[in-house]
Each structure stands twice: as C-alpha cells, then as structure tokens.
C-alpha cells in the first residue's frame, strides 16, 4: 500500500512539473521546482514531531518533501503535523488531491494568508515557502497597523517584507524558517525596506542567505536567493553564513536549470556545520561566516557577493616560453586534423556526386 501511494505520488509530481513547465508563468503560481524544495528541506532538516507551515502552498510540494526528509531519516510518514494556506481555490484543491494521494494527513485552509490568515496562533517549528516575488497590489494599505509589522510597516508598493515578517510571527521561540525570495530583498532601500531589514539583522534573526542560479525557475526571470531565519542562535549568536550559489546546477533543456544532488549536499553541509559549530571555513567565492560588524559596515545588505570575495585562481607555474610553445605546438596539430577533415568532406561529397 505505501509503495502504490508513492509511485502515484511521484507520477502526480511528475505531471504537475510538466504542466508547471508547459504553462510557463502561471504554473509557478502552483508549484516550486522540486530540487529548490530539497535544498531548503535538507537546509532545514525538520525533526518527527515538529510542526511544518506553508502560508502560500501551492500543490503542496513543500510538505511532500518534509514528510520524505523526515521519513528518509528514520521517522515514519505521518510524524510531522502538517499546516497551510492557499489563496488560489484550484491550487488549494491540487493540494488537497497531493496530499491525499500520498496518505498525508494536512490542515490545509483556502484564503488569502496576508489579508485573512486562517492560523492566527499558529506557532510553528519550520516556515518552509516560496511566496509569490515583488507583489506589487497587494493591499499593504488596509494592513498599517498589522500585529505582524514587528519590524517595521511594509511598503504598499511591494509585498516581500510583509511576507518575511509573517513567517518569523509564526515561528515558535526556537523555530526556523527557509523561504524563497527576489534578490531585491536583500539590497533593497525603497519605502522602508532598507530600515525592515535591519531591523530584523539587528534582532539576530538572520541566520543564511543563499543566492541561487538563474533559470531554476518556471515562471520568473528574477533572480532569487533563500533566507534563512533563526529564532535560537546560542551558537552563532551576531553571526550569518553567506553562500554564492550563482554558479551551482546543470541545464536540463534549453530553458532550465536544475540543482544537482551534489550541489544540494554540499550548500546543506555547509550550513549545516554552521548550525553545529557556529563556524564554517571560509571558500572563497563561494562561503563565508559575517559578523553583525562586517554586516554594518555593508549598510545592512546582504548579498553574498559582497562576503564571500572571489574564487581563486590555480596557481599557472608554467614558464611563458614553455607554455607558447606547447599551445603552438596544440593548434598546428590541430590545424593538421582540421585539413585532414576537410579532404575526407570533399571525397565523401564526391562520392555522391557533390564533388566542390
């Protein structure tokens, strides 16, 4: 029975990627790429018994990976409690079927999460989502004085910081939240961003920024990263991890990328030994702990690239005689075999009564 519930469970994925990719914008309104949702769940790495929210869900494909990660690591499916909200009535629907199919028990409400939020206690151990990027008409002006505006009253012109500060209010005083968002988010000075954002470094709450490389998406060009948001930070108290992950993943067709395995175990490694020790080494161009200081003096902004400095590059011992030589040496080979190409072309054109 569980194995028939899993290859129906896979096939519906399946399908609902392919419709994702087929429909191209819309369909990043249902559904995140499966390998961002692995890497923020490997990030994460929720624990059986812990409580998992998704304020916009989708297809729900954020719970289906939870509820793999905790079962993968010798839990049990259905060890995890299971909230969310969707705005769209057929992506909520979807989600309902995801969850069905699989046998997973989840409260999943219809509604829109920012004006109408049907879990206003809910207090949680992992916020994982991917909220919809730089909502411009999101009604922000009949929310002014939001109990959720701890750190300052979101602009009416973009909906990100309103979105962040709802995932840290619903997080338990140890609980974590990873979450896609637009690479405007963490540079961003316009109406008040600038001042929210440091507001919430200044409460010790961010604890990784990751950004991502481009064309991962469906339905959006802008680049994004993940934030990560930490409430319990013994460890790594006045500390954040920066990791450039520009670079990372393979083309899968002409238009999209995906992260690879090898890709996700090593970003979730290393932020992974940073939630151990509260240290990491430093790579260059690619990972490095900041201080609160070192983030002061960068204005609050949060872009990796600002942090972890450029790769270095291999060492070239080589002396510049020798090597003019041996690349010389390399082309007029080279030069020989295309000659040698170009006559057997010719023959072969010949042959069949294409002789140039």
């Excluded at 990043?28 to 998992?52: C, D, H, N, W």
């Excluded at 769209?88 to 989840?106: E, P, S």
């Excluded at 922000?140 to 602009?155: F, I, M, S």
């Excluded at 490694?269 to 003096?297: D, M, W």
Aim: proline share 4%; charged share 25%.
């Amino acid at each position: 029975d569980h194995n028939s519930k899993d290859i129906l469970g896979r096939i519906y994925e399946y399908f609902m990627g392919q419709f994702a990719d087929a429909e191209g914008k819309r369909g990043g309104q249902f559904y995140t790429p499966r390998s961002i949702v692995r890497l923020l769940v490997e990030m994460l790495a929720p624990k059986p018994g812990s409580r998992v929210y998704d304020p916009c869900c989708g297809s729900g494909g954020m719970f289906v990976q939870s509820e793999k990660f905790v079962k993968d690591h010798a839990g049990r499916t259905g060890a995890i409690a299971i909230y969310g909200q969707e705005s769209n009535q057929t992506t909520w629907r979807l989600a309902k079927m995801n969850m069905a199919i699989r046998g997973i028990g989840a409260q999943i409400e219809y509604g829109d999460t920012l004006h109408n939020d049907k879990l206003p206690d809910l207090k949680v151990d992992y916020v994982l989502a991917n909220p919809p990027f730089n909502m411009s008409d999101w009604g922000g002006e009949a929310l002014r004085n939001d109990v959720r505006w701890k750190y300052g009253t979101p602009p009416v012109g973009n909906a990100n910081y309103a979105w962040i500060q709802h995932f840290i209010h619903h997080l338990k005083p140890t609980g974590m939240a990873g979450f896609v968002m637009a690479n405007g988010s963490m540079s961003s000075q316009t109406s008040g961003e600038g001042e929210i954002r440091k507001n919430i470094i200044g409460a010790d709450l961010v604890d990784c920024i990751v950004t991502l490389p481009d064309k991962l998406f469906y339905n959006t060009g802008i680049p994004a990263c993940l934030w990560f948001i930490s409430r319990s930070r013994d460890n790594r108290k006045g500390k954040t991890l920066f990791i450039d992950g520009r670079n990372l993943g393979r083309m899968i067709n002409r238009r999209n990328r995906e992260l690879t395995d090898e890709d996700i175990e090593k970003v979730s490694s290393i932020y992974h030994e940073f939630r151990n020790t509260g240290t990491t080494q430093h790579i260059p161009g690619c990972a490095k702990v900041a201080t609160l200081e070192e983030i002061k003096e960068h204005d609050y902004v949060l872009t990796p690239g600002r942090y972890v400095g450029s790769e270095e590059a291999e060492e070239d011992d080589e002396a510049f005689e020798e090597k003019m030589k041996r690349l010389t040496t390399e082309l007029s080979n080279q030069f020989a075999q295309s000659r040698e190409l170009e006559v057997k072309i010719k023959d072969n054109l010949k042959k069949i009564g294409y002789g140039l």
